[in-house]
C-alpha cells in the first residue's frame, strides 16, 4: 500500500463534514457580550461554505473554535459542534492535538509566520505524518514530494529541501496548504488565504482549493472579500456583530442580497466602479454622493507633470554577490491633480520606485523631477526644504506609528516636522488647532487623540497616517499599498477619504497596489509593472478595456469579479 494510501484508508469522508449549533464564544467577563453569538450551519463533504464579514464579525474566532484554538480565556458553548459525526466540546488540549491535521486542516493567511523559517518544508510537511502515522522516514518524504506536487508546486524535489524564506508569496502558501492536506482530512479551514496576495497568485490559490473541494474535501473559506469567494463556494454565510444576518448559496447571495450589511459589503467591491464614485455609504449629515472626480483637458502645452520619472534604473546586491535589477529603465508622469496608479506583481519593482520617487533610495541611472526642477538629483540639504511638498501613505501604518506616542503626539511631531521646514515654528496653541484640523480633515474623533496605535482599528490607523502625511500641506501624496491590508468595507472608506482629499486640496496621487481593481477605480492613468519594467501605460479607461500587454491581460483575467 502507497504512503496515500495508508492516509487515505484512515479517512472517514462521512456525507456531513461539519455541524455547528448554536455556537457561542466569548472573552473576559461572563456577562459581557460574545463575540460570536449563536451561529449555526454545516457543511457537507465537497462543498464549500464562504463565511464573510469585517474585522470584528466573529468569524476568525468562529474559525479557531471549531479547531479548539480559541484560546484559553475563551468560553465556547454550543448545542452541537462535531466534526465527522463526532462530537468535539469539551475536548481536552491533547484529544485536539491528535485531531488536528487528521480530522481538519488549517490554513491561515500569514504563511510566512506560519511555517518555520528554520526548517525545509519537507521537515514541516512531514511533522504531521510522524506524529499521526506510522509510516517510516522514506515514505513520509515520498507523501510529502506527492502533495508537493498535488498542490501544483513544480519539480518538488527541488522545493522540500527550501525554507519558507526561499520561497515566494504563492509557493510559501502551496506549501501551507499542502502541510494542512497530508493527512487528508475531510474538512479544511482556511482563513483568509488569499489576503494581501497578487492577483494572479490569489488566482492559483483558489483554484488549488476549488480543485481540492471537488475531490470531496470540505471547506469554511473564511474571507472579507465577497469577490474572491465567489470563484469557488457553493454557499455564502455573511457575519455581522458576531451573527450570521444572511445565508444562501453564491449565487443568490452576490446576485440579490438580501441583508443591508450584505448590500454595504457588495457596494464597496472597488471593481468596475466609476472613477471618483463613493465606495461606502454617505456619512450622516453629509451631502449626497459626489460627483466623479474628473481631470481637466490639459492645456497646450500640456503642464509639467507634479512629478515625473526619467529612465530610473536601480540594482541590488543580493546573496553570493549577484545583483538583482529591481528597476529597469522606468519613466512615468504624475498629472497635476490627477492619480496615476502603478499595478504589478510583488517583485515588480513598483515599491522601489516609490522609493525613487520620495527620493529615499537614490537611482543608479536616471532622476525625478518635481514641477519641472531637480528632485532626486539634488544633495538632501537641499532637497530638504522642498520635502514637504511631498508625502507619503504607507501600507504598513502601524510600523510606521512610534507605539508608545497617542495619536495627539504623532500628529504634534508631524506639524513640527513640517514647520521646522519654514520661517518659524508654530506654538503650543496653533500646533493644537492644526492637529484638531488634521484629525477632522480625515473624519475622526477629537476623543481619539489621546489613544495609542494598537488601541485603533486598522481603518483609523490608516487614517492618523493620512493626517500625519498631510501635516505639511503637501501637493503630491504617494501611497504604497495603502489599502492592501484592510477589509473591503474599511478599504472603501479610505479610498473615499483620499478621493475627497483630492478635489478638496487639489492633490496630485502616486497610488501603488498590486489589486487591480483598486487601481481602476482610483486612476487617471495607469503603469503596468513587470520584471522591473513597466509593459504597458496609458489612460486608465483604455489599459483596462483594451490591455495591450499578454501580462497585463493575465492580471485583469485573474481579477474576481461578482457574479
Request: glycine letters at 10%; one cysteine or more; proline letters at 6%.
Amino acid at each position: 500500500m502507497s504512503a496515500a494510501e495508508q492516509v487515505g484508508a484512515r479517512r472517514p469522508n462521512p456525507a456531513l463534514a461539519l455541524r455547528v449549533q448554536n455556537l457561542r464564544v466569548g472573552f473576559g467577563d461572563p456577562t459581557g457580550e460574545d463575540a460570536v453569538r449563536g451561529i449555526s450551519f454545516e457543511v457537507r463533504a465537497g462543498e464549500c461554505l464562504a463565511i464573510v464579514g469585517e474585522s470584528g464579525s466573529g468569524k476568525s474566532v468562529t474559525a479557531r473554535s471549531l479547531l479548539g484554538l480559541a484560546g484559553s480565556a475563551a468560553r465556547v458553548n454550543a448545542d452541537e459542534l462535531s466534526l465527522a459525526g463526532e462530537s468535539v466540546l469539551g475536548l481536552s488540549e491533547a484529544a485536539w492535538r491528535r485531531r488536528r491535521g487528521r480530522d481538519v486542516g488549517l490554513v491561515l493567511q500569514d504563511a510566512l509566520a506560519s511555517l518555520d523559517p528554520l526548517r525545509p518544508i519537507v521537515r514541516e510537511i512531514g511533522d504531521s505524518l510522524r506524529l499521526h502515522t506510522r509510516l517510516d522516514a522514506a515514505a513520509r518524504t515520498r507523501r510529502v514530494l506527492e502533495i508537493l506536487e498535488a498542490v501544483g508546486l513544480p519539480d518538488p524535489h527541488l522545493y522540500a529541501g527550501r525554507r519558507s524564506g526561499e520561497l515566494s508569496g504563492g509557493q510559501r502558501q502551496r506549501a501551507l496548504i499542502a502541510a494542512a492536506l497530508a493527512l487528508d482530512p475531510p474538512l479544511l479551514i482556511a482563513d483568509e488565504p488569499t489576503t494581501a496576495l497578487d492577483v494572479t497568485v490569489q488566482a492559483q490559490v483558489l483554484a488549488l482549493l476549488d480543485q481540492v473541494r471537488s475531490q470531496g474535501t470540505a471547506i469554511v473559506l473564511i474571507s472579507h472579500d465577497l469577490a474572491v469567494v465567489g470563484r469557488i463556494a457553493d454557499r455564502i454565510a455573511v457575519m455581522h456583530n458576531g451573527r450570521i444576518v444572511e445565508t444562501g448559496s453564491a449565487a443568490d447571495v452576490l446576485g440579490a442580497p438580501e441583508h443591508p450589511e450584505t448590500r454595504r459589503m457588495l457596494a464597496a467591491v472597488p471593481v468596475d466602479k466609476p472613477r471618483g464614485s463613493r465606495l461606502a455609504p454617505t456619512p450622516t449629515g453629509a451631502a449626497g454622493g459626489t460627483a466623479p472626480t474628473t481631470v481637466s483637458a490639459p492645456s497646450t502645452p500640456e503642464p509639467v507633470p507634479a512629478l515625473a520619472g526619467i529612465g530610473l534604473t536601480k540594482s541590488f546586491r543580493g546573496v553570493h554577490g549577484t545583483t538583482h535589477l529591481a528597476v529597469d529603465d522606468v519613466s512615468f508622469s504624475l498629472p497635476r491633480g490627477g492619480t496615476l496608479g502603478i499595478v504589478g506583481e510583488s517583485g515588480s519593482g513598483k515599491t522601489t520606485t516609490a522609493r525613487l520617487a520620495l527620493a529615499l533610495t537614490a537611482a543608479d541611472s536616471g532622476e525625478v523631477r518635481l514641477f519641472g526642477e531637480p528632485w532626486s538629483t539634488l544633495p538632501e540639504r537641499e532637497r530638504r526644504a522642498r520635502r514637504p511638498l511631498v508625502g507619503a501613505v504607507y501600507q504598513d501604518v502601524l510600523g510606521s506609528f512610534d507605539p508608545r506616542l497617542s495619536v495627539r503626539e504623532i500628529l504634534q511631531h508631524a506639524v513640527a516636522a513640517a514647520a521646522g521646514s519654514g520661517p518659524e515654528t508654530p506654538g503650543r496653541r496653533s500646533t493644537a488647532v492644526r492637529v484638531a484640523t488634521l484629525l477632522d480633515s480625515v473624519g475622526l474623533a477629537q476623543t481619539l487623540l489621546e489613544r495609542r496605535p494598537t488601541d485603533l482599528s486598522g481603518g483609523q490607523r490608516q487614517r492618523v497616517g493620512i493626517a500625519r502625511a498631510l501635516a505639511s500641506d503637501p501637493r503630491i501624496l504617494i501611497c504604497d499599498e495603502p489599502v492592501s491590508a484592510l477589509d473591503v468595507s474599511v478599504q472603501a472608506q479610505v479610498l473615499d477619504l483620499l478621493d475627497e482629499l483630492q478635489r478638496e486640496l487639489s492633490l496630485s496621487l502616486l497610488f501603488i497596489s498590486h489589486d487591480l481593481g483598486v487601481i481602476q477605480h482610483v486612476s487617471d492613468r495607469v503603469a503596468v509593472m513587470q520584471n522591473g519594467r513597466v509593459v504597458e501605460s496609458g489612460p486608465a479607461a483604455e489599459v483596462f478595456t483594451a490591455p495591450a500587454h499578454p501580462y497585463t491581460q493575465a492580471l485583469l483575467s485573474a481579477v474576481p469579479r461578482l457574479i
